[in-house]
Structures are given as C-alpha cells and as structure tokens.
C-alpha cells in the first residue's frame, strides 16, 4: 500500500501545452505539499494545503495552480508549460497538532518540456 | 527567512570510511532539524530528527546532533556501506509550523 501516490510518473510534453499531476494519500493526513526539485537536486516547496485550505503559495508562476478536492488530494494543474518547468515535482503530506511530524513524499513525476 | 546550508557535493568514499556531511542552519528561535535521504528514482524518506538543543537523532548507523553553540546539525556514519549512496537533505522546520527548508542536498557515492 503506498501511502503518498502521484501520478504520471513520467510526462513528457511539449511547450505551451497544459497538464496535471495528481497526488492521493491514505495515511488521513491534512497537510499536504508540493515540492519542486531541479536538475542540481534543490527542492524547494510551491504549495501547501492544510484541511483543503491554501496555506503556502511560494513565488511560483500563476501558471500552477494546485487543486485539492479533498484531504486526501493535492493535484497540480500546469497551463502554458515552458522549457524551464522541467524538474520533478514531489507530492508530500505530514499531520500537523504534533510538534515534530515527518514529510511523507511521494516518488516523483519526472516532468521534460520540450 | 529560515533556512539550511550543506556541504556541496558529490562526496565519493570508500567503503567502511567515515562520513560527515556539513550542516548549518539559520533561524529564529530553535527549530526542529531534520536529515532526509533520496534513494534513486525515490522520494525522500526521515533519517532522523532532532527537536532541541543537544538532541542527538539517530538511525541507521547515522547519527545528528542538534549544537545551538554553533547552529549546526552534522550528519556522521562510522562506516558508511555502498547501500548508503544517496542524496542527503538536511532540512528545518519552519518557525510557522507547516512545511520544511531543505537544503541543496549532498550527493554520496559509496565504492567498494
């Protein structure tokens, strides 16, 4: 049973096309993250949700635009993909109300704008 | 803002060598620490963590200890196994409770 699933794993696309990544997890979390890493490994958070609420939006291009549904959900909607959004994206959820509570990440969807 | 700095990799060691990778961090108030690891193709999973001043997390084999004096979090291994090659991430919690500053990571590579 994997606890944080995103998916695609892999997509590959073109520029100036629009596309998704959608990200479940069945640990009853109420946080949930995304996460970007760059080709030199930096990751760096885009977005938060707490109980379906936005609670981080990091200097990320208007382009994204996360979507949770529900506390189990957290999709990322990209429009008008550009060169430089190649990366992967990282979908992570932790429980907050303990002081110190782990990420839970996903495996990553491997994202190449061409 | 809150943040984390580590050594630059890739580090290259020999099997059964000994592992240190630098961490310091910057912050108000004492944040808890925290040392992730990236297998291949995998998400980041908790090595261990630390909450406060003098903690000392471990897992592993690997060990951190929280130094207020000097605001750093060392990750050590007595002697480190080809399974250990992975990207490192030290990381801080931020000051507001949700989410995490990680670091630039640091790319191990053990031989044999």
């Known amino acids: 049973d994997t606890a944080v699933s995103q998916t695609p794993k892999y997509l590959v696309t073109q520029m100036g096309n629009d596309k998704s990544i959608k990200c479940e997890q069945n640990?009853?979390?109420?946080?949930m993250y995304w996460y970007k890493q760059d080709s030199k490994k930096f990751l760096k958070i885009m977005f938060s949700?707490?109980?379906?609420?936005?609670?981080i939006n990091e200097t990320v291009p208007n382009r994204f635009s996360p979507k949770s549904p529900d506390k189990a959900h957290l999709n990322l909607h990209i429009n008008s993909l550009e060169l430089g959004d190649s990366a992967v994206y990282f979908c992570a959820s932790s429980q907050t109300g303990f002081p110190n509570e782990k990420l839970f990440f996903g495996s990553g969807t491997q994202l190449s704008v061409l | 803002g809150d943040s984390v700095t580590q050594m630059e990799g890739p580090v290259t060691l020999s099997e059964e060598a000994f592992l240190t990778i630098n961490c310091t961090y910057t912050?108000?108030?004492?944040?808890?620490l925290f040392w992730y690891v990236q297998y291949p193709g995998e998400g980041l999973q908790l090595l261990l963590k630390?909450?406060?001043?003098?903690d000392k997390g471990s897992n592993k084999g690997f060990e951190a200890t929280y130094r207020k004096e000097t605001t750093s979090f060392h990750l050590e291994k007595g002697s480190v196994q080809v399974s250990d090659s992975a990207v490192y991430f030290c990381a801080l919690k931020w000051s507001s409770g949700y989410a995490l500053n990680f670091g630039k990571g640091t790319s191990l590579l053990v031989t044999p």
């Open positions: 640990l009853g979390h109420d946080t």
């Open positions: 912050a108000t108030g004492y944040p808890s």
């Open positions: 630390a909450t406060k001043a003098d």
């Open positions: 949700y707490n109980n379906k609420e936005l609670i």
